[in-house]
């Protein structure tokens, strides 16, 4: 499934872990978008999504799509925003 961003909020508001790094806005398929997936960066360094209560994705797959596409979207705005 091809997911996209449309937007990309990259930011920190606490110090402890886990602790929320960036606000998303992705488009699945063309078809769905789903605004305000979080990101957040876990204690041992790895980063996890949540989406927005009303949104439930059943598919494995594609929450893993997901994810993979906001946090390489979070890493290249670092590596941007550091250099």
Avoid: H, W
């Avoid at 872990?17 to 960066?41: M, R, S, T």
């Avoid at 009303?54 to 941007?80: A, P």
């Amino acid at each position: 499934m091809k997911v996209e961003i449309l937007k990309f909020y990259p930011f920190e508001v606490s110090i402890k872990k886990p602790k929320i790094v960036a606000y998303a806005d992705v488009e699945i398929e063309g078809l769905i978008v789903i605004k305000g997936v979080k990101l957040f960066e876990n204690k041992y360094g790895g980063y996890f999504i949540q989406v927005p209560e009303c949104i439930s994705v059943k598919s494995k797959v594609l929450l893993e799509s997901i994810r993979r596409v906001v946090v390489d979207t979070f890493k290249e705005s670092v590596r941007s925003s550091a250099g």
